[in-house]
């Protein structure tokens, strides 16, 4: 069974860091292509950064480049979020999701339940 | 980026019913178009890739169709498991952007 568990969330002041991990099971790690989302009431649905399964392709959103680094252990089966310099408006839950390819295209097939961060 | 607009926000329908959700895409995205359902409190599910490949495991009731910038979610015969939010999410480009969401009520 395919599981990803987020930790790492909680409250932290504004200009501060935190850093989520998510740890999955149930698939071969090392061969996805994995992201992190985040949801808020105001703005729905938010990519935030995606790594490559070999970790040589990386990308963040333009809201958080600069302040947030996507990495991966895949001896460790684990996806993490470093984010510092944490503002107000990156109040959250925040998703890793794992990439199923299919044809030309991709979707996000599995999410994990979550991590909430409040910046207040 | 590439902007995604459901229609409408959200409808009431009954158990039974067929209801049918829009989402628009503001340059061309081919058929790189994914549909999911959330639940509060739980996380997104993949319902329909590639706008109209339904997920294993997904009920057939749910479909999905479209090309180019226009797509639709049809949910046939509407099941009290049903009732939640949908979302589309085009993967054509990076970053990956998602519509607002179109909440399913009951009636």
């Known amino acids: 069974e395919v599981q990803l568990v987020e930790s790492g969330g909680g409250l932290v002041q504004p200009g501060g860091s935190l850093r989520l991990s998510c740890v999955a099971s149930g698939f071969t790690f090392s061969s996805s292509w994995m992201h992190w989302v985040r949801q808020t009431p105001g703005k729905g649905l938010e990519w935030v950064a995606r790594m490559r399964s070999d970790g040589s392709v990386i990308g963040h959103a333009d809201s958080v480049k600069g302040r947030f680094t996507i990495s991966r252990d895949n001896a460790k089966n684990t996806l993490y979020l470093q984010m510092n310099s944490l503002r107000v408006e990156d109040t959250a839950m925040y998703y890793c999701?794992?990439?199923?390819?299919?044809?030309?295209?991709?979707?996000?097939?599995?999410w994990g339940q979550g991590a909430l961060v409040t910046v207040s | 980026d590439f902007q995604m607009t459901q229609s409408p926000p959200s409808l009431s329908a009954s158990v039974g019913d067929s209801v049918t959700i829009i989402c628009r895409a503001s340059q061309s995205i081919n058929n790189n178009l994914n549909w999911y359902q959330q639940k509060p409190g739980t996380a997104p599910r993949l319902l329909i890739f590639g706008a109209s490949s339904l997920q294993s495991g997904v009920p057939s009731r749910f479909s999905g169709s479209g090309s180019g910038t226009d797509f639709t979610l049809t949910i046939s015969s509407l099941q009290p498991d049903d009732f939640a939010t949908y979302y589309c999410?085009?993967?054509?480009?990076?970053?990956?952007?998602f519509g607002q969401g179109t909440k399913v009520e009951i009636k």
């Open positions: 999701a794992r990439v199923q390819r299919s044809g030309g295209g991709w979707t996000f097939d599995f």
């Open positions: 999410q085009q993967s054509y480009s990076t970053p990956p952007t």
